[in-house]
């Protein structure tokens, strides 16, 4: 049966997640296969609630125009 894992590390801002298979053979050895390493850096907190807000002020701007 395979067994499917992921490693995950965090350098420098930088979030990589290393996907990988192992099992076992009918020899009794363990058959590891790695998968392709994925980088990424992850937004800023302030990222989501910046452009919540921009959208409300932008908004509340037009319905002001049009009033």
Do not use: Q
Not at 18 to 41: H, M, Q, S, W
């Amino acid at each position: 049966s395979d067994h499917y894992c992921i490693v995950r590390t965090i350098r420098d801002n930088v979030v990589c997640t290393i996907p990988y298979v192992y099992y076992f053979t009918e020899a009794n050895t363990v058959l590891l296969r790695i998968g392709p390493k994925d980088c990424r850096t992850p937004l800023p907190a302030a990222f989501v609630p910046s452009i919540i807000i921009a959208l409300i002020v932008g908004l509340g701007l037009i319905m002001l125009f049009i009033w």
